[in-house]
């Protein structure tokens, strides 16, 4: 009889767990650094080993920028180049949209890496009053580089990344943005105990040793 049951419970397990993983909140990672301290370096090496979907907050809005008829582009591009935030209502929206679909197309994908965002109190605002009980930040994956680092590795990434905003006077801005409105971000969610530091001055593959050390240790 009892044999029995267990039988069935096994049989049954693959859908059971099936249907538990149809139920899964999106788990979020804020990937947060200096420009050029590696977050997109970084994210395209987890998602080849770890379940994770990588969302770029400036990739989406560099796609929006460049998408034909989008009201925002002109917008989006004078904030880009200023090295200023984009209000959180487009970046916010951009984000749901990605989060939607890529659940939508594949509902076992609900790990995601969002990468440069949340980077001011507004972003944090934005993120709360349109997530907040929709989606779980795990953590903040923080990639603590140097300001002299970072500009380098961003002038070099000029050399050919067609940026409008990898050159010296962005960068400028770029940085200053940062340590104002981005590292108060981090410094917030640092309080609650949800930060996760790297040194990410080293090689890359140094940073993604700590990152994987990180990762397995989290689940
Ligand atoms: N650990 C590292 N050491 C040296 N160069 C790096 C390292 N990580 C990334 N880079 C390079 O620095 C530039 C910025 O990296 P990227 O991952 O785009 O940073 P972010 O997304 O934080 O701006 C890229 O040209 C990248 O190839
Ligand atoms: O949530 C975001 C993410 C990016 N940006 C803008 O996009 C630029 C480039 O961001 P990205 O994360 O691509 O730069 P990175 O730090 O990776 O060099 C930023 O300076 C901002 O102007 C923004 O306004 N909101
Ligand atoms: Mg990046």
């Known amino acids: 009889m009892i044999a029995r049951l267990l039988r069935n419970v096994c049989q049954r397990a693959p859908s059971l767990l099936y249907r538990v993983s149809l139920m ?6 804020f990937v947060l650094g200096g420009p050029g301290a590696g977050k997109g370096t970084q994210c395209s090496k987890i998602v080849e080993s770890y379940n994770y979907t990588h969302l770029s ?6 796609a929006e920028r460049a998408r034909e008829g989008s009201e925002f582009g002109q917008l989006i591009a004078s904030y880009i180049k200023e090295g200023k935030i984009v209000p959180v209502e487009i970046t916010i929206n951009l984000l749901r949209k990605a989060m939607e679909e890529t659940i939508k197309g594949d509902e076992k994908k ?25 989606a779980d930040v795990k953590f903040v994956l923080f ?15 000029g050399k050919s990344s067609g940026r409008t905003d ?20 981090i410094e917030l969610y640092e309080k609650l105990g949800k930060v996760r530091t790297v040194d990410a001055s080293r090689s ?6 700590d990152v994987k050390a990180i ?5």
């Open 110 to 134: 609900f790990r995601f890496l969002i990468d440069g965002f949340p980077r001011n109190e507004d972003n944090l605002q934005g993120w709360n009053s349109v997530m907040d009980g929709k």
């Open 143 to 157: 990639f603590d580089c140097g300001n002299e680092v970072c500009i380098d590795r961003c002038l070099e990434r």
């Open 24 to 29: 899964m909140k999106p788990q979020v990672v």
């Open 57 to 62: 907050a400036g990739d989406l809005l560099r």
């Open 166 to 185: 990898d050159n010296r006077e962005s960068l400028e801005k770029r940085i200053q943005t940062y340590s104002q409105s981005t590292r108060p971000i």
């Open 215 to 219: 990762l397995d240790k989290e689940g």
């Open 204 to 209: 890359v593959d140094e940073v993604f040793g």
